[in-house]
């Protein structure tokens, strides 16, 4: 497989957008999700090369080993945790300012769902 699943998950996602806002007419979008998603792609094949270092693997979310995957453990707990500080601020900001408040929580609640899901696997695998 030339990248992994994560990525291909990540730039077809990209891709999906880009063709529901070309199907919009918003080219500019649609430009601007293409140009992400080719770009996440060559980040990904970048960093498959043979002679790639830890930190671009790690960036690029291109695991080569078991020592790869516990130092990515220990940046998207870093990043999880941001992410929920943030999104509790959004939160926040969207019921002062009556703006998105269903999304906003929405958001909150996957979160939640998906870090206790991760620490109850954590947790098991021990």
């Given at each position: 497989?030339p990248?992994?699943?994560?990525?291909?998950?990540?730039?077809?996602?990209?891709?999906?957008?880009?063709?529901?806002?070309?199907?919009?007419?918003?080219?500019?979008?649609?430009?601007?999700?293409?140009?992400?998603?080719?770009?996440?792609?060559?980040?990904?094949?970048?960093?498959?090369?043979?002679?790639?270092?830890?930190?671009?693997?790690?960036?690029?979310?291109?695991?080569?080993?078991?020592?790869?995957?516990?130092?990515?453990?220990?940046?998207?707990?870093?990043?999880?945790?941001?992410?929920?500080?943030?999104?509790?601020?959004?939160?926040?900001?969207?019921?002062?300012?009556?703006?998105?408040?269903?999304?906003?929580?929405?958001?909150?609640v996957?979160?939640?769902?998906?870090?206790?899901?991760?620490?109850?696997?954590?947790?098991?695998?021990?």
């Open positions: 497989m990248v992994s699943i994560v990525n291909i998950v990540l730039v077809g996602t990209l891709l999906a957008g880009a063709i529901a806002t070309a199907l919009m007419h918003n080219w500019f979008s649609a430009f601007i999700l293409v140009a992400a998603g080719a770009a996440g792609l060559g980040a990904a094949l970048y960093a498959r090369r043979p002679d790639s270092r830890d930190i671009t693997r790690l960036n690029a979310i291109e695991y080569r080993d078991e020592r790869d995957r516990v130092l990515a453990t220990e940046g998207f707990a870093a990043v999880g945790a941001a992410a929920l500080i943030l999104s509790i601020i959004e939160v926040v900001l969207a019921t002062v300012f009556d703006q998105l408040v269903l999304l906003a929580c929405a958001q909150v996957v979160l939640c769902i998906v870090w206790g899901i991760a620490n109850s696997i954590a947790a098991r695998r021990g």
